[in-house]
C-alpha cells in the first residue's frame, strides 16, 4: 500500500463527481419547505467534503500523518490508496479496493441507489392516483428513499473516511429521521386510518427480514 503516484490536486474531478451526486439527490428531494432545503444542503456538504478530500486535498490523511507514520510506517500518507485508510487501520497489506470494506461499501452504494429510484417510481405513481404508495420497497419500509440515501452515504464512509464525513454523518441521519416524521404526520393527516394501518405493518427504515423472506417464497 505504498509507492503509488499521489493523486490529489484533481479539483475538476472533485467538482463533477460532488455535482452528479447533488444534482441526482436534488431530481429526488425535490426540496419544497425551509426543512426540506436544509437537509438537501446538509447532504451535499458531505458530499462535497467527501470527494474534496477523495480528489483535491487530503484533511484527514494530512491531520492524522504523523499517527500513520508512527503506527504504518510502510504506508505512504499521501498515497490516494491510504485514503481509504480501514485497511490500514486493520493492519491488511492488500489492495484497498479489495478490502471487505470497500466490497460492502459498493453494496451499501448499489443498494441505496435501487432504493431511490426504485421507490421513487412508486411514489410518483401513487401520487398521480392519489393513493398511499404500498407496492414495491414501499411493502417493506414506509421511507425507502430516506433508507436509500443513508445506505449511500454510510456506503463512501465505508470506501473513503473521513474526518469531517463521519462527523457529519450522524447528523445527517437524524435530519433524515426527523424529515420522515414530519412526512408522515402529512400523509396521515391525508389519508387517516389506511395510513394507520399501514404503518402499524411496515416498518420505517429496517425491512421485517422474516416477511421479506416469506413474500419472496410466495412470489
Avoid at 419500509?141 to 452515504?153: E, T
Avoid at 470506501?159 to 447528523?171: K, Y
Amino acid at each position: 500500500m505504498h509507492g503509488d503516484v499521489p493523486a490529489y490536486g484533481l479539483w475538476f474531478l472533485a467538482i463533477v463527481n460532488a455535482g452528479i451526486f447533488i444534482l441526482f439527490a436534488f431530481s429526488f428531494f425535490k426540496p419544497k419547505t425551509a426543512q426540506d432545503w436544509r437537509s438537501l444542503g446538509a447532504f451535499s456538504a458531505f458530499i462535497v467534503a467527501l470527494f474534496v478530500e477523495m480528489y483535491g486535498f487530503p484533511l484527514t490523511l494530512y491531520l492524522l500523518a504523523g499517527w500513520i507514520g508512527s503506527r504504518f510506517p510502510e504506508l505512504d500518507p499521501l498515497s490516494h490508496d491510504a485514503g481509504h485508510l480501514w485497511p490500514a487501520l486493520f493492519g491488511w497489506s492488500m489492495d484497498p479496493h479489495w478490502s471487505p470494506f470497500h466490497i460492502l461499501s459498493y453494496v451499501l452504494i448499489g443498494g441505496g441507489f435501487f432504493l431511490i429510484a426504485s421507490g421513487w417510481k412508486v411514489l410518483h405513481e401513487a401520487q398521480r392516483a392519489g393513493s398511499l404508495a404500498t407496492t414495491g420497497p414501499y411493502a417493506q419500509v414506509r421511507h425507502p428513499q430516506y433508507l436509500g440515501f443513508a445506505l449511500i452515504m454510510i456506503g463512501f464512509f465505508f470506501q473513503w473516511p473521513t474526518l469531517v464525513t463521519g462527523l457529519m454523518l450522524p447528523v445527517l441521519l437524524v435530519m433524515y429521521w426527523r424529515l420522515a416524521k414530519r412526512e408522515e404526520r402529512d400523509v396521515e393527516t391525508a389519508f387517516g386510518d389506511v395510513y394507520r394501518r399501514y404503518a402499524q405493518e411496515v416498518p420505517a427504515f429496517l425491512p421485517r427480514l422474516g416477511r421479506l423472506f416469506k413474500e419472496r417464497k410466495e412470489a
